[in-house]
């Protein structure tokens, strides 16, 4: 066990909807990572925010959107889902927001676009 | 620009023989370097990295990596495979300048009885 939390498990929805996933990382962690995996595109780097702060962007679409809370928590918002958005999004955290520090791995959220 | 090339997409061992999974990276500057593990329906874990100190290093669960500079790699090795090791492997590559982290493809491991 990682210590960072993502809920839900599983997520089924239609096209054109909205969701919200969400990661509470590890006690002390100021950092929280999203990923997207899919077999087509790999593990794919989505954004990075730093103690409430966005710190670092990957390849993440206009659609997607995330923020960090005060207490740490976060939370991905994906909007006008497609079907190729159907993936497994990871959460991980780590103490502080240099990209050479180990990441701790949530053990994702599968997302499903009917 | 830094970049990640796992060379195997899959890995088939006997149990009890050595394992050696390819990594080459590429980067303007000085790189950190990471395999994580991933067991099916998991998220992934550290195995190891490499952040300029010891050119070889120890990770967990019996695994080594050894930087080679001059030769831009990070291959991971194992001297004898377990049933355990079954699993998707990704090299990691990170540069603390623009803090970018790159994930390669990954190389899925297969051990035979």
């Known amino acids: 066990d990682s210590g960072v939390t993502q809920t839900p498990k599983h997520l089924i929805t239609a096209t054109g909807q909205r969701v919200t996933l969400r990661c509470s990382p590890r006690s002390g962690d100021l950092s929280v990572y999203w990923y997207q995996q899919s077999l087509d595109q790999g593990l794919q780097f989505l954004i990075q925010?730093?103690?409430?702060?966005?710190?670092a962007k990957g390849n993440i679409l206009e659609r997607f959107s995330a923020q960090q809370f005060p207490d740490l928590h976060s939370e991905l918002n994906l909007s006008s889902l497609e079907l190729g958005d159907s993936a497994l999004y990871f959460c991980a955290s780590s103490a502080s927001g240099t990209s050479y520090n180990e990441q701790f791995f949530g053990p994702g959220t599968r997302l499903t676009v009917l | 620009a830094q970049s990640v090339t796992q060379l195997d997409s899959h890995v088939s061992v006997s149990e009890g023989t050595p394992v050696l999974l390819r990594c080459n990276y590429s980067s303007s500057y000085s790189p950190s370097l990471f395999w994580y593990v991933q067991h099916p329906n998991k998220g992934l874990q550290l195995l190891l990295k490499y952040t300029s100190a010891a050119t070889l290093v120890k990770g967990i669960n019996g695994f080594e990596a050894e930087f080679k500079k001059s030769e831009t790699s990070f291959h991971l090795t194992k001297p004898s495979a377990h049933m355990s090791d079954a699993a998707e492997y990704f090299c990691v590559v990170s540069v603390g300048r623009d803090d970018k982290i790159i994930f390669g493809k990954g190389t899925r491991l297969h051990i035979l009885p």
């Open positions: 925010y730093y103690n409430g702060e966005e710190r």
